[in-house]
Nanobody
Framework: EVQLQASGGGLVQAGGSLRLSCASY????????IAWFRQAPGKEREGVAC??????YYADSVKGRFTISRDNAANAVLLEMNSLKPEDTAVYYC????????????????????WGLGTQVTVSS
């Protein structure tokens, strides 16, 4: 059973934009934590952004360029990615926790109970 469905990845030139979506038919994304992680080739998976209890947290590398938000009508969490750089190239995953996350804990993979399949984002120079 697919509980988190990530979509929206693709190929874009540097400076371009993409919007990722994480939809769920199981979770309501309310009062819990939903996050985006990414994994580039040869690198460890890292936290990108998190929406939890009305708060938003971002990795330093994406602050000012990426925005996480909730689409209540679609029961989805979006990741708007602007001013994309080649170093943003990675497989992006959404993850869900039934508990709220804190300002430092949100980057820990162990916090999240469910993971979606990734969506590839490729930024060409």
């Amino acid at each position: 059973e697919v509980q988190l469905q990530a979509s929206g990845g693709g190929l874009v030139q540097a400076g371009g934009s993409l919007r990722l979506s994480c939809a769920s038919y199981k979770f309501r994304f309310d009062g819990d934590a939903i996050a985006w992680f990414r994994q580039a080739p040869g690198k460890e998976r890292e936290g990108v952004a998190c929406l939890t209890d009305g708060k938003k947290y971002y990795a330093d590398s994406v602050k000012g360029r990426f925005t996480i938000s909730r689409d209540n009508a679609a029961n989805a969490v979006l990741l708007e990615m602007n001013s994309l750089k080649p170093e943003d190239t990675a497989v992006y995953y959404c993850a869900y926790s039934s508990l709220r996350a804190g300002p430092t804990g949100w980057v820990l993979e162990a916090v999240y109970d469910y993971w979606g399949l990734g969506t590839q984002v490729t930024v060409s120079s």
